[in-house]
């Protein structure tokens, strides 16, 4: 039994009762859609897509805002064995090109504020067929409404794909991480497992839903279980508390900056989450100040955990059990996590730092048309190289302790320094650069571009924030820009980033 079929059947089982609510932005209530309006909404979404020529195996694009639309083609689509690409919409034309042409998209689905930059595409792209603008949820919904809904037969091929996540590597070139319905399946039955989910409960849901932890660890979370998820369209601390306490809900999962938000909020002594079960931390380290700081001030304490793009969930601090502070926990039932040396492989005893390894049903097939990169990411014996160093304790806990290449995570989102660099290569005015990662109180790490300039004096912080804005998602923006002489190099003549580190952030 996949996902799929679990979430077909919760929606004959809990037919009458509300699967989504869609909060409006000052956390009131807005529309609300129960499981068996889900499933034929869904079913009429396939007819659609099916009249649209999608088929087993097309690779469909999503890039929308967070909304009944999304989570409607996103099911239908792996509904119909096709892929479901899901896009941050904060994404310039730049980006998109890139990853509608690496993943030979047949159909686009674009906000339609944002239609007009792309409608260009097909003409230029040999695969992608059509670019369809969504206005509004109303006015999908009366597209759609119209189809007989579609009784294909649920996806029986548990290695096949059905979601595809972009993520990044040390070349600077986004990979598309293939994940198969047995992938999701695995995860979402440990998570089920491990954090006790309940069809009694309430997520608020705060995250965005094109990312693996919205969509797959919260979303995808809830449906499985036959909970209800009430989804705000933005995060804003006061309202998010405010709502907890309104909806009673049970369940919120966030990273360390919407925490921190959270704590300093100014209603922050005032609501009553007594009712609160679960609150998961993620996406990047949980400080040590901050796990201190909620569980004074909420009564609750953080549930801290390791995922990628590449496997969903992999490691969490138990539900009944010792949360330690400064540990993601240990690894989820089906999951094993090993400590290795970086150079050997061999592996480690406990108490030593070195490579992370891991393994499991969850962990993805390899990336896209990568067969190269794939090979780089696994062992010979299938463990997946994360790239993280981390410890195990004596006692099965662990213990990250930093990234091996230099990724660089903001807000719960990953950077990798690569992909920024590329941008600034192309300004005329910079002559070399190095992205790094600062500590910050409110984003956990902020991005700074160390810059080389082509000439002393010509060039300033605000134009390369600018140049970077027009190239660059939101998130990976430089919010710093420091410039120098020169940078520190090894012999060999690469940047050594960690004494750049310790250079600029310190200053």
Same mark, same amino acid.
């Given at each position: 039994?996949? #996902?799929?079929?679990?979430?077909?059947?919760?929606?004959?089982?809990?037919?009458?009762?509300?699967?989504?609510?869609?909060?409006?932005?000052?956390?009131?209530?807005?529309?609300?859609?129960?499981?068996?309006?889900?499933?034929?909404?869904?079913?009429?979404?396939?007819?659609?897509?099916?009249?649209?020529?999608?088929?087993?195996?097309?690779?469909?694009?999503?890039?929308?805002?967070?909304?009944?639309?999304?989570?409607?083609?996103?099911?239908?689509?792996?509904?119909?064995?096709?892929?479901?690409?899901?896009?941050?919409?904060?994404?310039?034309?730049?980006?998109?090109?890139?990853?509608?042409?690496?993943?030979?998209?047949?159909?686009?689905?674009?906000?339609?504020?944002?239609?007009?930059?792309?409608?260009?595409?097909?003409?230029?792209?040999?695969?992608?067929?059509?670019?369809?603008?969504?206005?509004?949820?109303?006015? #999908?919904?009366?597209?759609?409404?119209?189809?007989?809904?579609?009784?294909?037969?649920?996806?029986?091929?548990?290695?096949?794909?059905?979601?595809?996540?972009?993520?990044?590597?040390?070349?600077?070139?986004?990979?598309?991480?293939?994940?198969?319905?047995?992938?999701?399946?695995?995860?979402?039955?440990?998570?089920?497992?491990? =954090?006790?989910?309940?069809?009694?409960?309430?997520?608020?849901?705060?995250?965005?839903? &094109?990312?693996?932890?919205?969509?797959?660890?919260?979303?995808?979370?809830?449906?499985?279980?036959?909970?209800?998820?009430?989804?705000?369209?933005?995060?804003?601390?006061?309202?998010?508390?405010?709502?907890?306490?309104?909806?009673?809900?049970?369940?919120?999962?966030?990273?360390?900056?919407?925490?921190? +938000?959270?704590?300093?909020?100014?209603?922050?002594?005032?609501?009553?989450?007594?009712?609160?079960?679960?609150?998961?931390?993620?996406?990047?380290?949980?400080?040590?100040?901050?796990?201190?700081? &909620?569980?004074?001030?909420?009564?609750?304490?953080?549930?801290?955990?390791?995922?990628?793009?590449?496997?969903?969930?992999?490691?969490?601090?138990?539900?009944?059990?010792?949360?330690?502070?400064?540990?993601?926990?240990?690894?989820?039932?089906?999951?094993?996590?090993?400590?290795?040396?970086?150079?050997?492989?061999?592996?480690?005893?406990?108490?030593?730092?070195?490579?992370?390894?891991?393994?499991?049903?969850?962990?993805?097939?390899?990336?896209?048309?990568?067969?190269?990169?794939?090979?780089?990411? #696994?062992?010979?014996?299938? =463990?997946?190289?994360?790239?993280?160093?981390?410890?195990?304790?004596?006692?099965?806990?662990?213990?990250?302790?930093?990234?091996?290449?230099?990724?660089?995570?903001?807000?719960?989102?990953?950077?990798?320094?690569?992909?920024?660099?590329?941008?600034?290569?192309?300004?005329?005015?910079?002559?070399?650069?190095?992205?790094?990662?600062?500590?910050?109180?409110? =984003?956990?790490?902020?991005?700074?571009?160390?810059?080389?300039?082509?000439?002393?004096?010509?060039?300033?912080?605000?134009?390369?924030?600018?140049?970077?804005?027009?190239?660059?998602?939101?998130?990976?923006?430089? +919010?710093?820009?420091?410039?120098?002489?020169?940078?520190?190099?090894?012999?060999?003549?690469?940047?050594?980033?960690?004494?750049?580190?310790?250079?600029?952030?310190?200053?």
């Amino acid at each position: 039994m996949t #996902f799929l079929d679990r979430l077909v059947d919760n929606c004959e089982r809990y037919a009458d009762k509300v699967a989504l609510e869609f909060l409006e932005a000052d956390g009131s209530s807005g529309r609300g859609v129960t499981y068996g309006q889900l499933e034929e909404a869904v079913r009429k979404t396939m007819a659609y897509l099916q009249e649209k020529g999608v088929k087993k195996g097309d690779r469909v694009a999503l890039q929308l805002p967070k909304g009944l639309p999304f989570i409607l083609l996103h099911l239908a689509v792996m509904r119909l064995e096709a892929i479901s690409l899901p896009l941050n919409p904060g994404y310039p034309p730049r980006e998109l090109r890139y990853f509608l042409e690496d993943a030979a998209v047949e159909l686009f689905f674009a906000d339609a504020a944002a239609a007009v930059t792309v409608a260009p595409l097909p003409d230029e792209m040999e695969s992608l067929e059509e670019v369809v603008p969504v206005k509004s949820t109303d006015s #999908f919904l009366a597209q759609v409404v119209t189809y007989e809904a579609a009784r294909q037969p649920l996806p029986r091929d548990p290695d096949a794909t059905c979601l595809m996540i972009y993520t990044s590597g040390t070349t600077g070139r986004p990979k598309g991480a293939q994940l198969s319905y047995g992938n999701l399946t695995a995860n979402l039955d440990a998570l089920h497992e491990a =954090w006790g989910w309940l069809a009694e409960d309430r997520i608020l849901h705060v995250l965005p839903i &094109f990312h693996v932890h919205g969509l797959i660890v919260a979303l995808h979370g809830a449906l499985n279980a036959g909970a209800t998820a009430l989804l705000l369209p933005a995060f804003e601390a006061e309202v998010a508390l405010e709502a907890m306490e309104k909806e009673q809900c049970t369940v919120f999962m966030a990273v360390p900056t919407i925490h921190r +938000r959270l704590v300093e909020a100014a209603n922050a002594g005032e609501v009553d989450l007594s009712h609160m079960r679960l609150l998961t931390s993620g996406s990047d380290r949980l400080p040590d100040d901050l796990f201190a700081q &909620f569980q004074e001030t909420f009564g609750h304490t953080l549930l801290e955990r390791y995922g990628m793009s590449e496997t969903g969930m992999l490691i969490s601090n138990p539900l009944n059990g010792e949360r330690r502070v400064g540990s993601v926990g240990l690894p989820l039932p089906g999951v094993e996590a090993r400590i290795v040396d970086p150079e050997t492989e061999a592996p480690l005893p406990d108490g030593e730092v070195g490579a992370v390894q891991v393994r499991g049903a969850n962990v993805c097939k390899g990336y896209w048309r990568r067969p190269e990169k794939t090979a780089e990411a #696994f062992t010979e014996d299938g =463990w997946l190289r994360t790239g993280d160093l981390g410890l195990r304790e004596p006692d099965g806990y662990f213990t990250l302790k930093g990234r091996s290449k230099d990724l660089v995570i903001s807000g719960g989102y990953n950077v990798y320094p690569p992909e920024v660099e590329l941008v600034l290569a192309g300004h005329p005015g910079v002559d070399a650069s190095a992205v790094i990662g600062c500590p910050d109180p409110e =984003w956990g790490e902020r991005v700074t571009a160390v810059i080389i300039p082509e000439a002393a004096g010509t060039l300033n912080a605000e134009e390369i924030i600018a140049f970077c804005r027009e190239r660059l998602v939101n998130y990976k923006v430089p +919010r710093r820009v420091v410039f120098v002489d020169r940078f520190p190099r090894n012999a060999l003549g690469k940047v050594q980033k960690a004494r750049l580190r310790e250079q600029v952030c310190e200053e």
